[in-house]
């Protein structure tokens, strides 16, 4: 039979699997259907009938009433959308609803935008015949939430607040409790949002279409004079968001349906964690310190005493006495001017950012393995995946958007391992959870490899076909012995083999990592065998595979790309091959550019203390409160003779700076941020820079331009035009033509972008095996005598990183500090009460910190986070780091515990009265 049908005896063809909602809207090119309980992002539901049609076998025949927005299309349908019996249901519905409804349209918030007030116009419903019965209207508000409010007297029923806490974030606190009258929404066990477990995305509140749901900002009112589509700052998903703005002021932000990288979703970051933009702590003039204190300055003071230091410090100790620290907050074209400006002005390859205390040792390995550091697939390919692999990612809450779209599949009964030292909330929904001692990530990797080897459970076609290194590489893994690995990793190893086992008979298995895997003495290692188990399975190159890192920081990758790191200039050049020293200097149109590799992070930090390094310019980084050993930061800090420092606020390493610059934040400038699947996507300006501050590009210029070298005033369009010239899978990226959803990278010339890499053949040709040994943290190796436990530090949903600009919005009432998580065995044993302070002492020093009892971790180990200064946790997390990539190894930090005593005993008794009163 052929798929056509007839709408109004007109006959049309459908697509397979069609609803009669979206074939008529499809065909009439407009929504001539009215719907309540329907909405973009969720599945059809059926439960309002507000899109009823009439549908009959043949010309005018018999007719059936049927819901359009759930009944799919059937070959022959005669489909009646709008004949008067269906015009008179429609508006019976509605007349029905709002006999329930408060009618003050005049005085609610979303009057103007309320869906239930333009469909109940559009079914001409002018007043309500029924007279006024039994109703909710009642009901008390729910405002315990720092964002999100309910007024359910303005509920209709139409669930889709439950569907979109049940279907888009997974999360089920939504639902319906009571029966027929007496139907009504409860949050958890019918308590408030803030006593539930919401995880405050604010979904429900985007999907409900009245005010029945609704937030703080009032997202849903009609106030804003412009709407203005942007990409998130916080993590590396990349959600758009649609920011609205009235006379230059943000009132709020919602996710637009049509993202491809978020889809109408957020976390709470992205939708509401955006008024530290005009926070009053936000930096507003240049300072200078002077006798130890800074001074307000105006730009062209704070420019001159940068210039002039940064001129004496060259002619006095040459280049590589001065170096940068770019950001992965900021655009691919600041990053750029960055690396630019300290390779083609300064004359060094003194330049890295934040991937070196995330995911270098991802690119690094990536490289090796592959010829390419970046995620092999989309996250669009969530829903191909057939297997799921997480190892060392907590990502409900550190990717947030992606982690609902990963637990939704391990929901649906996707097969999955989770590797992890934490029951973390994916691991609980995992077929296998390998629960492993931190710090034994290869061991455990190399135990899958051997099962999978000695069953041959390998696919021999792939690895004869696409790499090279195989033999070698198995004759080292068949060496091993299971029974030594499965005691070092913790972990049985009949559930290894099982686990293996399942991974390798996936026909399409994707990983997805994060610093977990990286921030470890074997972090590029244990990259490097998580693409051994790709290639020796066969799980790359097709659709729902492949290798993922989940990105931390949004423009991580972009900085990275960009060539902000010491030994690869912008596109990933090696900066110590002639030829392409050459090709940077004759681009850039300057003789300054080094053949020698630069300083890395901690190689910087180290060279500051032993005098080498005079000047350090750090944007929108936080290293005194993010790296390890926060005192030996510090001390390098204090060392230097010059420390200019861009930012937003006066953190903690601002606090050590000689010359403080206010930059902007992403709602005040354009650029691009380069998501996690390579998406580059537009930043577009909001409003415009706060009072006294500039967009970081101009800052470089301004800079650049004052030391003699002539660089154009910093627009998004025109760097970007300069990189397209010099990073060759930037080569067809143009401004213009990013539309919302961006591209992904290579772009080629003629614009056409790369969704899945290494489909035919490698970057490098062919997949390279590498084998590596397990080999004991030395962190561990030296100190598990006198400091028994270890301490991995981890991210909560609530902040990020430094938390400056999180802990400046409504989340810090959510999530107030950081806390120590022990296991209850652990704390009997130190006499340890939940919610007691506690000291946790390491090599480098000591913190207090509050105990949350959980046997979320294993006895023996310990986790927290560093989000907050009050606790300084890096004070005792080591500096010793990944041997390849020099990655920082956060995961792994021997310490011992006891219960506080004196001052931090007082302060937590002195923060409980505070609270309580
Ligand atoms: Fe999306 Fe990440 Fe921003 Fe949350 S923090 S809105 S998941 S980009």
């Known amino acids: 039979m052929k798929n056509t049908a007839f709408i109004n005896n007109t006959e049309y063809a459908f697509d397979e699997g069609e609803t009669i909602l979206k074939f008529v809207h499809r065909i009439e ?22 899109c009823s049609v009439e549908v009959a076998l043949e010309k005018n025949g018999k007719a059936k009433t049927m819901a359009a927005c759930h009944t799919p299309v059937a070959p022959g349908q005669y489909i009646y959308p709008s004949t008067e019996a269906i015009k008179k249901l429609r508006k019976n519905i509605i007349e029905l609803v709002l006999t329930d409804h408060p009618l003050d349209c005049l005085t609610c918030e979303v009057n103007g935008n309320c869906e239930l007030q333009t469909v109940a116009a559009s079914v001409g419903i002018r007043e309500v015949r029924y007279p006024e019965g039994e109703n909710h209207l009642d009901k008390a508000k729910d405002l315990s939430h720092p964002y999100m409010t309910s007024d359910l007297s303005k509920c209709i029923n139409c669930y889709r607040c439950v569907r979109a806490c049940d279907e888009v974030q997974g999360e089920f606190i939504l639902s319906m409790a009571g029966r027929g009258f007496d139907t009504k929404i409860i949050k958890g066990t019918d308590s408030s949002f803030m006593e539930s477990d919401c995880v405050s995305c604010g979904a429900c509140s985007q999907a409900c279409p009245t005010s029945a749901i609704s937030d703080i900002f009032q997202s849903k009112a009609i106030g804003a004079t412009e709407k203005t589509r942007t990409v998130c700052t916080y993590c590396g998903v990349g959600c758009n968001l649609e920011v609205a703005t009235n006379n230059g002021e943000i009132l709020s932000i919602q996710a637009p349906y049509d993202a491809e990288a978020n889809g109408g979703h957020t976390c709470l970051k992205g939708r509401y964690a955006f008024k530290f933009y005009n926070h009053p702590d936000r930096l507003r003039t240049p300072l200078i310190k002077r006798n130890g204190k800074f001074e307000e300055a105006s730009w062209d003071e704070a420019y001159d005493h940068i ?88 990502p409900t809450d550190a990717h947030p958007v992606t982690g609902a779209k990963i637990k939704q599949r391990m929901m649906k009964g996707v097969p999955s391992i989770v590797i992890d030292p934490r029951k973390i909330e994916v691991a609980k929904y995992a077929t296998f959870h390998l629960q492993l001692t931190p710090g034994t990530n290869v061991a455990l990797l190399n135990m899958m490899l051997y099962y999978i080897i000695t069953e041959n459970a390998e696919d021999a076609s792939f ?74 399975t066969g799980n790359i190159g097709k659709k729902g595979a492949g290798l993922n890192p989940l990105r931390g920081q949004n423009n991580v990758q972009g900085a990275a790309d960009m060539g902000a790191q010491p030994h690869q200039g912008a596109g990933y050049m090696d900066v110590t091959d002639p030829e392409i020293n050459n090709k940077y200097n004759t681009f850039y149109g300057s003789d300054e ?78 650029g691009t941020f380069t998501n996690g699947e390579r998406r580059i996507q537009r930043v577009n300006k909001v409003v415009e820079p706060i009072k006294g501050s500039k967009s970081d590009g101009q800052i470089i210029v301004d800079v650049m331009n004052r030391m003699g070298y002539e660089q154009e005033d910093y627009t998004a369009a025109g760097v970007l035009e300069e990189i397209s010239q010099i990073v060759p899978f930037f080569k067809g990226v143009k401004w213009e033509e990013l539309g919302d959803n961006g591209k992904q990278w290579p772009v080629l010339e003629d614009g056409s972008d790369t969704q899945m890499l ?35 530090t981890n991210r909560e949903l609530e902040h990020y990183n430094c938390g400056a600009m999180t802990r400046r919005t409504g989340n810090v009432d959510i999530l107030t500090e950081d806390v120590l998580l022990i296991h209850p065995e652990d704390a009997r044993k130190e006499r340890i009460s939940d919610g007691d302070f506690v000291c946790v002492e390491s090599p480098r020093g000591k913190v207090d910190i509050k105990a949350v009892l959980t046997d979320e971790m294993k006895p ?58």
């Not at 198995?474 to 686990?499: F, H, Q, R």
């Open 860 to 917: 023996g180990i310990l986790s927290s986070t560093f989000h907050f200064p009050e606790v300084m946790l890096n004070i005792i997390t080591s500096d010793e780091h990944c041997t390849e990539a020099m990655c920082p190894e956060y995961k792994v930090v021997s310490c011992r515990i006891r219960k506080s005593k004196g001052k931090a005993k007082i302060l937590a008794q002195e923060m409980d009265e505070e609270r309580v009163s």
């Open 593 to 670: 550019v080094p053949l020698h590799i630069g300083y890395k992070i901690p190689e910087m930090f180290d060279a500051a203390i032993a005098g080498d390094l005079k000047a350090l310019w750090i944007i929108g980084e936080d290293v005194v409160q993010t790296d390890p050993n926060t005192n030996k930061v510090r001390k390098a800090m204090d060392q230097l003779e010059l420390l200019v420092v861009q930012e937003l606020f006066m953190t903690e390493t601002a606090k050590h700076a000689t010359v403080v610059l206010p930059g902007a934040s992403f709602l005040e400038k354009e």
């Open 29 to 50: 090119q407009q929504n001539i259907i009215p719907t309540l309980c329907d909405a973009p992002n969720l599945d059809p539901f059926g439960s309002c009938r507000v």
């Open 307 to 394: 210039v002039s230091e940064l001129n004496r410090i060259k002619a006095d100790n040459g280049p590589d006495a001065i170096a940068g620290i770019s950001s992965a907050r900021t655009p691919n074209e600041e990053n750029y001017l960055m690396q630019k400006f300290i390779r083609a002005v300064v004359g060094t390859n003194n330049i890295d950012c934040c991937a070196r205390v995330c995911h270098s040792p991802t690119a690094l390995g990536m490289q090796r393995s592959f010829g390419t550091g970046a995620a092999t697939n989309s996250i669009e390919d969530i829903e191909h995946a057939q297997f799921i692999l997480i190892i060392g990612a907590n």
């Open 758 to 792: 290494h489909i035919e053949e490698f970057q490098r040709g062919k997949g390279k095996f590498q084998y590596h040994d397990y080999k004991k943290s030395n962190e561990v190796e030296r100190h598990e005598k006198d400091f028994p436990y270890i301490i991995t």
């Open 463 to 536: 690895i004869d076909n696409r790499t090279e290194g195989y033999e070698e590489f198995k004759s080292e893994i068949l060496k091993l012995d299971m029974d030594d690995l499965a005691k070092v990793t913790g972990v049985d190893k009949t559930l290894v083999k099982e686990a293996a086992l399942a991974y390798a008979a996936s026909s399409a298995a994707m990983e997805f990592h994060g610093l977990g895997v990286t921030e470890h003495l074997q972090g590029t290692f244990t990259v490097q065998l998580i693409a051994d188990l790709v290639m020796i």
